[in-house]
């Protein structure tokens, strides 16, 4: 295992390319460790079926928490917040 960590995008990185790299550096995060970290981000991206994130929204907390994207009835990605007991 190694010790690699990416750190989070600036927030001066236009909103797309964030998403991006934000994705790729979590895929390489989790090659190296063999653990899986679901990013936080403050807003939902793009929906990717088979992402899952952990957002952290200051502006609106009552959203935060873990969303999973899943293909919804047309095929397309829909992010859907998952429920904690």
Known sequence: M???????????????????????LNAIQTA??????APQVATLPLPVVGAVVSLNNQTNPSDNGFYGCIANSQGDGEWKRLQTA
């Not at 990416?6 to 927030?11: K, N």
């Not at 190296?32 to 970290?37: L, Q």
Request: charged share 15%; hydrophobic share 50%; proline share 10%.
């Open 2 to 24: 190694s010790n690699f960590a990416a750190e989070p995008v600036p927030a001066t990185v236009d909103p797309v390319l964030s998403e991006f790299l934000a994705r790729q």
């Open 32 to 37: 190296f460790m063999g653990n899986f970290i």
